[in-house]
């Protein structure tokens, strides 16, 4: 069952469904709305259903997520008019727009692909959009409201559009109201609502008539109404409570159009300044390009920037390499008696360097190699195990080296007691 609706010419809007017997063959629906009224077409996810295989699991309920694609056939794309919404896999996808006038007459070919995303499996179906002309179009009274409280696909539920058109009968009173465009806030620059409170994203909705806006509806444009607008408060309208149960408008984006009142603005194009002479055909360039002597761009861009880095070179080598100042200079610069101190200085360090090279002390017993230097044998310790070295001091009193020289020292009582000195 293909189900679409036009919202057109009577109190409310009047919808129909076509039936056709589908079998696993594609087949193609028709459907015909008229230029400039409101077409909106449902791809229901039961209908579908049946082109993909059933559910596993016998008896239970088959609830899988399709998607839908929508293009115009042989295009990548939909036609400019139409637009597609479809907020999860779970709902029904909806094509809806305006048919402009320059498609009357001509099959608009909607290639509709269903996705299965369980089995992945597609189904391909063809919408033939016939549009007719319709009675009195455009319409010379047009009227865009901003409803706060809908999102689009909720708007274009027909219960809910037909209530909205019945609630601008009842305020417009017109013969003749028509349902033309719905759009999303978010096509209009729109920011998306936070998830909170149930905030939704807005929606305009631009009806038609046949007969001037009512005093209530111009109420907007009075001085009043416009201050509190700029001030970013709520206008004062009447016949808000009409609408107020179900729809919040926004009064300050109201738009109202008189098309009778409009002049027409196409001037006839007057030649002169500003329009180009015609030239005749183009004429593209000739295939033979004459040759092109590339040797004053390598002097610009190598051999002058060249020059310049060896120029710059060379002044640099003659500063540091030819305008030393040397130690003579530095040594004239020194006063006399700063160079006497260095050079006293550099003489003491050198002999106390060469006389630590001439020490012939014996070394350390702690020292001593565990191994003979000369045969390499073990040499035995120099005290048994069972010394007792507790009263050893830590370094032992070397004697019957050689260069020693007894030396007497003198004692309290007249004494005298020898040290031991070394004379190298």
């Known amino acids: 069952m293909s189900h679409f609706c036009l919202f ?4 409310l809007s009047f919808c129909f469904s076509v039936y056709t017997i589908l079998s696993k063959v594609h087949s193609d629906r028709n459907v015909y709305p008229s230029a400039g009224v409101l077409f909106v077409h449902v791809l229901e996810r039961e209908y579908f259903k049946g082109e993909f295989p059933p559910y596993p699991k016998p008896g239970e309920i088959s609830n899988d997520p399709i998607t839908f694609n ?27 727009g305006s048919p402009t006038v320059e498609n009357v007459g001509k099959p608009t070919i909607i290639e509709i692909t269903a996705y299965n995303r369980r089995t992945f499996e597609t189904a391909r179906h063809n919408l033939i959009i016939n549009i007719m002309s319709a009675e009195d179009f455009p319409l010379p009274y047009q009227a865009e409201f901003f409803i706060r409280n809908m999102n689009v696909e909720e708007m274009l539920a027909s219960e809910v559009l037909g209530d909205f058109l019945g609630a601008v009968k009842n305020v417009w009173q017109p013969e003749r109201l028509n349902a033309i465009n719905i759009t999303s806030a978010l096509d209009r620059g729109g920011r998306v609502p936070l998830p909170i409170n149930d905030m939704k994203e807005g929606v305009y909705v631009m009806v038609g008539a046949d007969v001037p806006f009512s005093s209530c509806l111009r109420e907007v444009e009075n001085p009043q109404n416009q201050l509190r607008c700029s001030q970013e408060m709520e206008p004062v309208i009447t016949c808000d409570k009409k609408f107020r149960t179900q729809f919040h408008i926004d009064w300050c984006k109201i738009s109202l159009v008189d098309n009778t009142k409009q002049v027409s603005t196409f001037q006839e194009v007057v030649r002169g300044e500003g329009i180009l002479p015609d030239g005749g055909e183009y004429k ?27 120029v710059l070179f060379l002044i640099l080598a003659y500063i540091m390499c030819c305008r030393r100042e040397g130690v003579e200079k530095r040594n004239m610069q020194t006063p006399d008696i700063q160079l006497v101190h260095h050079s006293a200085i550099q003489k003491s360090t050198k002999e106390l360097r060469d006389m630590s090279k001439n020490r012939e002390i014996a070394w350390p017993l702690s020292t001593l190699p565990v191994f003979h230097p000369v045969t390499g044998e073990i040499v035995p310790p120099l005290h048994t195990d069972t010394y007792d070295n507790t009263s050893m001091p830590l370094m032992q009193t070397q004697q019957n080296l050689p260069h020693q020289t007894q030396i007497p020292q003198q004692q309290s009582a007249g004494q005298y007691s020898e040290n031991t000195v070394i004379i190298k």
Request: charged share 15%; glycine share 6%; net charge neutral.
């Open 284 to 310: 593209p360039p000739s295939d033979t390009l004459k040759s092109r002597d590339y040797y004053s761009d390598f002097l610009i861009t190598l051999a002058v920037p060249s020059a310049i880095a060896l």
């Open 70 to 96: 929508t293009n115009l056939m042989g295009y990548p794309d939909r036609p400019g008019w139409l637009r597609y919404i479809q907020r999860t896999p779970y709902s029904d996808g909806v094509l809806y």
């Open 8 to 11: 057109s010419v009577s109190y």
